[in-house]
């Protein structure tokens, strides 16, 4: 597989086949976002497409290519809001189902059904964090807030989350805490 510096520099330079390789090493981690926020495969998958175009066109925007990833995120969750906004005034929120999984499937249910119980704000800094990697500053910059209201939205979702299991599952309904 080839370097994703490499990859960046040839896409900048309108090289389609780069821009799609750089794309597919993206995906994962963009789905993983916009699902976060978006809680359903058909509108995250069009947040994904709605970034990819938006980053094809303005790939030459991008200053350094070291950048990109957060460049690449701040659009996805940009699309993803504006999909999030249009579909919350006609269509309610609606939680997971339950649904049975063998072995460690087990976990990644609880853990998806966890976390569309969080408020998107909470949801997000949560997904940045610890499933996408991103640094506190890194997050902070990327929804154009302070630090401090990241630690605070953080501190506030994990306070969420443990409530939510030492209560019991069965005995809290998902409300957005």
């Given at each position: 597989m080839e370097d994703r510096q490499e990859l960046i520099k040839r896409a900048r330079q309108r090289d389609h086949a780069a821009f799609s390789q750089l794309m597919q090493q993206c995906g994962p981690s963009m789905?993983?976002?916009?699902?976060?926020?978006?809680?359903?495969?058909?509108?995250?998958?069009?947040?994904?497409?709605?970034?990819?175009?938006?980053?094809?066109?303005?790939?030459?925007?991008?200053?350094?290519?070291?950048?990109?990833k957060t460049w690449l995120t701040r659009i996805l969750i940009n699309h993803c809001n504006t999909i999030y906004q249009k579909r919350s005034r006609y269509v309610p929120d609606q939680i997971l189902p339950e649904t049975a999984a063998p072995g460690d499937a087990y976990a990644n249910v609880e853990w998806m059904e966890l976390l569309q119980c969080l408020k998107e704000k909470y949801r997000i800094v949560?997904?940045?964090?610890?499933?996408?990697?991103?640094?506190?500053?890194?997050?902070?910059?990327?929804?154009?807030?302070?630090?401090?209201?990241?630690?605070?939205?953080?501190?506030?979702?994990?306070?969420?989350m443990e409530r939510y299991y030492t209560q019991g599952r069965e005995d809290m309904v998902c409300e957005k805490i």
């Open positions: 789905y993983k976002i916009s699902k976060a926020i978006l809680k359903n495969d058909e509108d995250a998958a069009d947040a994904m497409q709605e970034t990819a175009l938006s980053c094809w066109e303005k790939i030459g925007t991008l200053k350094k290519e070291a950048y990109f949560i997904v940045l964090y610890y499933v996408e990697g991103f640094k506190i500053r890194e997050i902070a910059e990327l929804l154009k807030i302070s630090e401090s209201a990241v630690k605070e939205r953080m501190s506030t979702a994990r306070k969420k």
